[in-house]
């Protein structure tokens, strides 16, 4: 048997995987703030449920099976049908607008790179119940909230995928076309989008090609009263943005597509320097409760990805600052009652008995600042702690043991252990 991961899928380790909890932690804190409450859905859905609205692209990267009881399942692509289930199955009579957040695994048969994996987290919010451009503007405020409390400043991609649909249909593009011709132009192909129109909206495409970004130049000079309400809808949007986060980069953008099917209107994607792809994406979607049978409800969201944020994340929160090592038969439960009174401030306990020079030695090579030693020769209360930075050493009692750490923390900001490897270790 060859001990390997299934192409696609990842452990995720070390400061990695502290960044996700990092992000998770802070952001579900923030979401129920905002009065987003919490819930864990499944990985596992009926297929017609994941394919009434995911669109080929999606589609296509399914991984479907059918289960030991015969049903046709998918897992997750992504969780906003899984969402619009619940809300309909169990939220659906409280007083609106309703507003949930979740994390959960989703899974896309991909071509993996950088930031793209075949099994990747989600962490996203839904509110159910409002079509106000003031819940669209909270959904991409949020966002950028999320990404603000882990020091990310994104820039954030706007749009409203209902004027390029009425631009194209308006045009003499068929509505069955739709669906290949805004899949091209989500990755920058807007050949099929210029085949499909007719007369002067080929001039008019391509205009709009050269300067997506003018969206009040485009509000002036726009006839048709349909995109007009279309691009006003989208200006309050940037508008209400900008009176709720000021310093925040907004660049709308009038050819903005996104691959779901689902989008009726406002959609949104966050960008940040270190990583091509988005950061997260959402938008409205009006009819998608309606089309599985839900009742009809407006609603907007977005999901972050879990993964490609925490790449771009700094340091874990509580990196190990020292460890406790026993260092004799007699000490183990001296070192217990270390470990335990200094619990939750970054000390680790070296399992096995170990001499104080090898403790000295490992505490080093992992460039921690305080070893604790935890030996006979201090009496039954004390332990001998050491400070590699300011290279001092001091026996302690066990009752003033954190608070004399707690001082010493104090007086040497602790670093992440990124810097420490940066910078070497004094000693
Ligand atoms: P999405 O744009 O397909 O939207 O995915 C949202 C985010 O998930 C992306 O911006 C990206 O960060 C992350 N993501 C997507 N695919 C991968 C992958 N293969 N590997 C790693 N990360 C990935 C949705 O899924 C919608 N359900 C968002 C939404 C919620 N719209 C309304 N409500």
């Given amino acids: 048997m060859k001990l390997e991961n299934v192409r696609g899928m990842r452990d995720i380790w070390g400061e990695e995987a502290e960044n996700q909890r990092e992000l998770e932690i802070r952001a579900g804190e923030y979401l129920s703030s905002l009065g987003y409450e919490s819930v864990r859905l499944p990985s596992i859905e009926f297929y017609e449920l994941i394919a009434a609205k995911a669109g080929p692209e999606l589609l296509d990267s399914l991984y479907e099976f059918k289960d030991k009881g015969g049903r046709s ?28 957040w979740y994390v959960g695994q989703c899974f896309r048969y991909d071509e993996p790179q950088r930031g793209r994996y075949r099994q990747f987290t989600q962490l996203g919010a839904e509110l159910y119940g409002s079509a106000s451009p003031l819940a669209d503007a909270e959904l991409a405020f949020a966002a950028a909230g999320i990404l603000k409390r882990v020091g990310i400043a994104p820039s954030l991609k706007v749009g409203n995928v209902g004027f390029v649909k009425r631009f194209l249909t308006e045009n003499g593009a068929k509505e069955s076309a739709l669906g290949q011709i805004l899949r091209a132009a989500d990755h920058g192909d807007y050949q099929p989008a210029m085949e499909a129109v007719q007369g002067d909206a080929k001039a008019f495409l391509k205009d709009l090609e050269g300067n997506p970004q003018d969206l009040e130049g485009w509000l002036r000079r726009e006839q048709s009263p349909s995109r007009k309400k279309a691009l006003k809808e989208l200006a309050q949007i940037v508008e209400l943005l900008k009176a709720m986060m000021p310093e925040a980069k907004v660049i709308p953008d009038l050819l903005f597509v996104r691959g779901l099917a689902y989008y009726t209107g406002f959609i949104f994607e966050a960008f940040s320097s270190g990583l091509d792809s988005a950061l997260l994406g959402g938008g409205r979607y009006d009819n998608l409760l309606k089309e599985l049978g839900g009742p009809a409800t407006p609603a907007v969201g977005f999901a972050a990805g879990v993964d490609r944020i925490a790449l771009l994340m700094k340091h874990p929160t509580q990196p190990v600052t020292g460890t406790i090592f026993p260092l004799d038969e007699h000490s183990l439960t001296k070192a217990a009652r270390a470990f335990s009174a200094l619990d939750g401030m970054g000390f680790e306990l070296y399992p096995s008995i170990t001499g104080a020079r090898e403790a000295m030695s490992r505490a080093l090579k992992a460039s921690h600042r305080f070893v604790v030693l935890a030996g006979e020769l201090d009496g039954e209360d004390a332990v001998t702690i050491r400070d590699l930075k300011k290279r001092e050493q001091q026996r302690v009692q066990l009752t003033d043991l954190k608070q004399i750490l707690q001082e010493a923390d104090r007086d040497a900001p602790r670093e992440g252990p990124n810097e420490r490897a940066r910078h070497g270790h004094p000693l």
């Fill in 73 to 100: 399942v998918a897992l997750t692509p992504e969780l906003t049908a899984s969402a619009a289930r619940f809300f309909a199955t169990k939220l659906r009579d409280r007083p609106k607008p309703v507003r949930i």
